[in-house]
């Protein structure tokens, strides 16, 4: 191998393979990254804003909070299936956009997979454990953020670690201040959860993730 490194030397062949294989690398893990910060924020937006409807409903419209308990099981079942849709088409666009071919589609095609699949499970699990009901239809939020979460820490795990810190941000956002915010742990949900966001999408553009 011809090639010199940065200090001018010649390359061994071991080494002029890892930096051919470096590069490979580094070209699948952006179609498959492609989009990332959009999604980040999508989830921001649309998780806050769930919180914040949640937290208005429950503090300025007691009488149809009362009447209708179980509300939050149809608007986070909404608010969840547009998110992960959202992110599984962004993700298949960028992916598309960030190279083109053969390899590009297929990386595209997984990553709509993929959250296809989240998507999926997230519906089975809360039907499968009888959640869809006026009794259970609270914990359906609960179940929807822990499964995004797990969504991005799987996800980071198979692509760029900083992801996996993402979706533990987006559990404890969610998680933490039902322990420790009281009255307040909706309000102060949907900001944690914006600024876990904001920072993982600044993260990512700051790291090169698309």
């Given amino acids: ?123 089975l699990i809360t039907a499968g454990a009888g959640m869809w009901n006026e009794e259970a239809g609270d914990k359906i939020p609960g179940v929807t953020i822990g499964i995004v979460a797990l969504g991005y820490v799987l996800f980071g795990i198979m692509t760029r670690p900083m992801l996996v810190a993402v979706g533990v941000g987006i559990g404890a956002a969610y998680y933490l201040p039902y322990h420790f915010a009281g009255d307040a742990a909706l309000a102060v949900s949907a900001a944690s959860m914006l600024t876990v966001a904001l920072l993982g999408a600044l993260w990512a553009r700051r790291s090169g993730t698309l």
Avoid: C, K
């Fill in 1 to 123: 191998m011809a090639a010199a490194n940065g200090e001018g030397q010649a390359l061994t062949p071991g080494e002029g393979w890892e930096a051919v294989y470096a590069t490979m690398e580094r070209g699948r893990s952006s179609m498959y990254l492609a989009g990332t910060t959009a999604i980040l924020l999508l989830w921001g937006v649309i998780v806050s804003l769930g919180y914040f409807s949640q937290y208005a409903v429950e503090t300025f419209a007691t009488g149809f909070a009362d009447e209708r308990p179980w509300f939050p099981g149809p608007l986070w079942g909404v608010l969840g299936t547009t998110g992960m849709v959202g992110s599984a088409i962004i993700g298949h666009r960028a992916s598309r956009g960030t190279a083109s071919g053969r390899a590009a589609r297929s990386a595209g095609l997984r990553v709509l997979a993929y959250w296809l699949a989240v998507v999926a499970s997230a519906f």
